[in-house]
């Protein structure tokens, strides 16, 4: 074969594909992705659902969706994570479902239905970046399963002041009061997300990243229960360069990380599979760890990297801090003020 | 070796280990919770407890609530004499009150049956993502 007819072959293969990528004929870009929005919302909508609970203050409505035929859902945490009287509505059917874990910590519920059911493919909200376009489709207020469609704006540990933890997708999707617990979609209609609150006048929201839910769905299948885990680590910002790497400020001593042999002073570059940019990005990765699970942390002392072995435990229970201070004031010349001041100063 | 509770350095390291654990977010989420119901039930007292206590505080302690109570007993029955006797006096001669509103606005009762049934719950969505970390950051 010439090279000249295979030059003409790529040439025309290439052609080819990228027209694929532009509208078909005639059809403008916003038509186009109403016919995406259009695919998704009809291939999908059956799987995402109305959950109404009651609660103390009376009953609630919020959006979920199913994860696998076997009738699990994805909620969110106000929805089904410390309510009764749990109901699924999808079309004329109504079907009363139990939670399996609640998890505050994250904002999630997991509930589950005695159906079979159809479900949403886990995508990977890894795969996102700033400008991808996504879809929500839940139950706005007392209206039908409807899709909203809007673009990733981007991924932040940090909003009005507080720290979140993992790092939630903002989305510029506009959102009503009863879609909590919907998920956010990608072009392929696979769950990237679950929608857990909206910014400024529900004009933009923050989802979870579905990595988050499945986590806490791993603990569940493992533990029968979320299990976060705890290394007692203390990081701030190095003083040598404040925009790179955290700088390990403490270390508590007989602890996971105290272990695995970290020590103040180390930078901390990484956690399991998280590279770690910044203090911030400690918020994200440490949300994933487990307790029993080890996990690999990549540090950097005197100028190498190394890796050191920790595993981590369970969150500790807080200490009884009354009983400390009566232990102390049983005791004179030991004043529990003073000891309290030169602990934490 | 126990952590000896008249070392100083052991109470250091056990208080320095309480720096690092915190409640969950569950445990402020429901101090809130518990801190808005004890509001609304203050709030939103009886009237005639609020009344109680304001003609209580006026009289001056609790040494008049007992007099306050007979006086508004007897009050309420003066009232509830006056009623029957009024109603009476309805009857008598005079279409009842009761039928010719019905009958001036037929929609009320009907109105009322509406908003019954068409009660709605609250659709929600979280105001704001899970969050309570402050720096330094711990973990």
Not at chain 1, 219 to 241: H, Q
Not at chain 1, 290 to 314: C, F, N, W
Request: hydrophobic residues 40%.
């Amino acid at each position: 074969m010439s090279r000249l007819s295979v030059f003409s072959g790529a040439i025309l293969a290439a052609f080819c594909l990228s027209s694929l990528a532009w509208p078909a004929r005639g059809e403008s870009v916003f038509e186009a992705i109403s016919r995406e929005v259009q695919v998704v919302y009809a291939q999908h909508q059956s799987a995402i659902v109305r959950i109404q609970a009651e609660d103390e203050h009376g009953r609630l409505s919020g959006s979920g969706f199913y994860i696998d035929p076997n009738g699990t859902i994805f909620t969110s945490y106000t929805i089904g994570g410390d309510t009764r009287n749990i109901v699924v509505c999808s079309g004329d059917s109504k079907l009363p479902a139990e939670r399996l874990v609640g998890d505050a910590r994250s904002g999630i519920a997991i509930l589950k239905v005695k159906a079979r059911t159809p479900f949403l493919v886990i995508g990977k909200s890894a795969d996102l970046s700033v400008a991808s376009p996504v879809i929500v489709i839940g139950y706005p207020m007392d209206l039908p399963a409807t899709p909203t469609f809007g673009a990733v704006g981007g991924f932040d540990v940090k909003y009005l002041g507080r720290y979140l933890s993992p790092a939630y997708i903002r989305a510029n999707v506009p959102v009503e009061r009863g879609e909590g617990g919907a998920p956010l979609l990608n072009l392929k209609g696979e769950a990237v997300g679950i929608l857990i609150s909206p910014r400024e006048n529900g004009t933009g929201c923050f989802a979870l990243p579905i990595e988050a839910a499945e986590k806490v769905h791993a603990d569940f299948l493992r533990f029968g229960e979320a299990r976060p885990g705890w290394l007692g680590i203390t990081v701030g910002k190095a003083p040598r360069d404040e925009e790179g790497p955290p700088e390990v400020r403490e270390v508590i001593p007989d602890s996971p990380a105290a272990k695995s042999g970290l020590q103040k002073g180390d930078l901390l570059l990484g956690i399991g599979e998280k590279r770690i940019h910044s203090p911030e990005d400690v918020l994200d990765a440490s949300f994933y760890l487990t307790a029993g699970d080890e996990v690999p942390l990549l540090v950097s002392r005197d100028g190498k990297e190394t890796t050191l072995q920790a595993r981590a435990v369970g969150i500790p229970a807080p200490l009884d801090a009354l009983r400390i201070l009566k232990d102390f004031a049983a005791h004179p010349g030991v004043s529990p003020v003073e000891t309290i001041w030169k602990v934490n100063k | 070796m126990p952590p000896d509770k008249d070392n100083p350095d052991d109470i250091s390291k056990l208080l320095r280990l309480k720096r690092f654990e915190q409640p969950g977010p569950e445990y402020f989420e429901g101090f809130l919770r518990d801190f808005h119901r004890r509001q609304r039930e203050e709030v939103l007292r009886p009237l005639w407890r609020i009344a109680l206590d304001r003609a209580g505080a006026f009289f001056g302690g609790d040494i008049h609530r007992e007099i306050i109570g007979y006086g508004t007993a007897a009050a309420a029955a003066v009232v509830l004499f006056l009623g029957v006797v009024n109603f009476e006096s309805v009857e008598s001669g005079k279409q009842p009150v009761a039928a010719a509103s019905a009958e001036k606005s037929p929609d009320t009762r009907t109105a009322s049956a509406n908003m019954l049934r068409t009660e709605q719950p609250r659709y929600v969505i979280d105001t704001r993502p899970v969050s309570y970390h402050e720096p330094p950051f711990s973990f």
